[in-house]
């Protein structure tokens, strides 16, 4: 009797703190904030969430100077050199006088994405710098008063679409080109006239980008951190409202825009604002357990830090390898892997990351099944790599091979039974023993590797499994 009266308490207490955690979530009402909750459930967004390896390319004038200027090396980011102080900026904004890709060819750098195996890109149509590769309206600074003069949106939009590859476009909202653009709240009734001309330059050239290119899936937005961007939230707000009537289904991440409190990415209750997290630059979480539920992908560099184009790089470059891991990795956190390319100022794309490609698609052609479509599973994860899932196929994603050549694969009391295991890249199938149980009453199997097996590249093991005869037992209990 009297533990039942603790017991009773006990699930009070609990049933009111856990009501309160959830008051607390949407305890302070915004009218900016997160405007769903919970990933989106539309066509679209599954289709985005189903990519699991993009490209994103940054590409402008910055990739002239390919980060040096007059013999001087510029250690940062290629694509920033312009606030580098030993380039002048009216060098830098004299740049596009020269921009003439005549090597620039959008159909060999789609064909390459594809053989790479990815499924989305993003490309830069405006970087901080303010040069738009495409012809707008509303500026000067574009690719029509360059030599090379046509539309490089709408090549590259129309090539990677043909190939089958979903095109989102990158949009910074900074912009170092525009005279009305300010990063601090206007504070002068000049400045106020300024900054209102910067909102409606940058909403026509979005609108402008939608009506140009209306197969395009999505908006990549950076450059969104400023002050004065931030403190128009109510106006931003209403901004991606008209952007997504106008392209059913778009999908944006959590950069465009804050909440009335200046909260960014995560709302002032914790919710996530927009489609997808995009938090994850240059950056992969540590477990599922960091992602709050959310959709989200993780824009990668090839070396340290550089997106667009450096003549030289130093220090460690990633490798297939590397890449390959990282995918995986994000794909069982169900994210996106987007790895980024800098073509050069003529248009080439760049030996190094042409390499890259093919290896990666190499690898791509064998072991695909484990990356589209897929999805974290919650078979616990072991050191010798990643789960990723998709209905009743589990796929062992190994990365370092156990020394006994054998996988170990743990399911809980009443989960998955295994029921055959083959190598994704012969269908030869593998051996499941079982190992007994551990004290959770787990069940533990060893996936056999056969000891001639010669390991020179991850590889991934396809098991196929069933829910457990314990379900249907208790189903025939019920019966009777
Ligand atoms: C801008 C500012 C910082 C601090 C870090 C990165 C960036 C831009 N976002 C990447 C996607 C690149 O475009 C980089 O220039």
């Known amino acids: 009797m009297k533990k039942n009266l603790f017991l009773t ?14 008051n607390k979530r949407s305890s302070i009402p915004l009218k900016h904030g997160a405007h769903r ?28 100077p390919g980060g040096t200027w007059e013999g001087k090396y510029y250690p940062g ?27 620039f060819d959008a159909k060999k750098w789609a064909k390459q994405a594809k053989e790479m195996g990815a499924n989305y890109m993003i490309f830069t149509t405006k970087h901080h710098d303010g040069f738009c590769l495409w012809p707008s309206a509303y500026t000067d600074y574009t690719i029509a008063s360059s030599p090379y003069k046509k539309d490089i949106v709408k090549q590259v939009v129309d090539a990677y679409t043909n190939e089958g590859i979903d095109v989102h476009l990158y949009f910074s909202i900074i912009d170092w080109n525009y005279q009305g653009y300010r990063s601090s709240p206007p504070v002068t009734r000049q400045d106020s006239i300024s900054y209102e001309s910067f909102k409606q330059f ?21 450059g969104s951190w400023d002050k004065a961007w931030m403190n128009e ?46 938090t994850w630059e240059r950056d992969l979480p540590n477990s599922i357990e960091d992602l709050n539920g959310s959709d989200w992908d993780c824009v990668m560099t ?26 995986v990795k994000a794909v069982s956190m169900d994210g996106n892997f987007v790895i980024n390319f800098g073509p050069d100022g003529k248009g080439n794309i760049r030996p190094e990351e042409t390499e890259l490609a093919q290896k990666i698609g190499e ?68 051996e499941i023993k079982s190992a007994g149980r551990n004290k959770r009453n787990s069940s533990l199997y060893h996936v056999v590797l056969p000891d001639s097996y010669q390991v020179v590249r991850p590889f991934v093991i396809v098991v196929d499994t069933e829910q457990k005869g314990s379900d249907k037992d208790e189903y025939q209990q019920a019966k009777i």
């Open 9 to 22: 308490l006990f699930l009070c207490l609990f049933t009111v703190t856990a009501l309160q955690a959830q």
């Open 37 to 64: 909750i919970g990933k989106r459930t539309d066509a679209e967004m599954q289709r985005w969430r189903e990519h699991g390896l993009g490209q994103f390319i940054h590409w402008g004038v910055y990739a002239i």
């Open 77 to 103: 980011a290629a694509e920033w050199i312009r606030s580098w102080k030993e380039m002048p900026k009216d060098a830098y904004d004299n740049l596009y006088k020269q921009f003439n890709p005549t090597a």
């Open 202 to 222: 940058t909403r026509n050239q979005l609108i402008e980008l939608l009506t140009n290119y209306p197969t395009i899936k999505g908006l990549w937005f950076d």
């Open 233 to 278: 939230a109510a106006w931003v707000d209403q901004l991606g409202n008209e952007l997504r009537a106008m392209h059913p289904g778009l999908v944006i991440g959590s950069r465009f825009r804050a909440d009335e409190f200046g909260k960014r990415h995560y709302d002032t209750n914790g919710d996530l604002i927009d489609d997808y997290d995009q």
């Open 302 to 327: 090839v070396p340290e830090n550089q997106w667009g184009y450096h003549s030289e790089w130093r220090g460690y470059v990633k490798t297939d390898y590397d890449l390959i891991e990282m995918m």
């Open 363 to 430: 690898w791509m052609k064998v072991n695909k099944e484990a990356i589209y479509g897929t999805h974290h599973s919650n078979v616990k994860k072991q050191d010798w790599g990643y789960f990723t899932q998709k209905g009743n196929k589990l796929y062992l994603c190994v990365f370092n091979k156990p020394i006994n050549n054998r996988l170990m694969i743990e399911i809980p009391k009443g989960g998955i039974d295994l029921l055959k295991a083959c190598f994704l890249e012969n269908n030869q199938e593998v």
